[in-house]
């Protein structure tokens, strides 16, 4: 098996460009492609899920095709979705602190 090249990265990369050109007033995201799997794009958001909602929104996602899941010992929630756009797999992920009073972080029982 040859090693994946530059070139394989392409539509990705054009995906991104679209994405930058149809939703210029979007809230910057981190963005992350990958030779593992170079038909996705995974656009994340790490200051609270307003930004995620804006994307939601604006690809179109529906509320309902959202997970929801917790992480890091139940500090911080996560937000993941996935759509099409153009022919490529877009993974929106949207992570948010929990408050320690609703966390339970430092609350004694």
Known sequence: MSAP???GLSAAVT???SLMDRFPDLPAVDVHVSTVFPDQVE??????????????EALGI???AVVHRVQSGG?????????V??????RLVGYAEIPAH???????S
Request: proline share 2%.
């Open 43 to 56: 656009l994340s958001a790490h200051s609270g899920l307003a930004a995620f909602e804006a994307w939601r």
């Open 102 to 108: 609703v966390a339970g972080v430092g609350v004694a």
């Open 62 to 64: 529906e509320p309902g």
């Open 15 to 17: 995906v991104l460009a």
């Open 5 to 7: 090249t530059m070139s």
């Open 75 to 83: 500090t911080t929630r996560v937000l993941d979705a996935q759509t």
């Open 85 to 90: 756009f153009t022919g490529i797999r877009l």
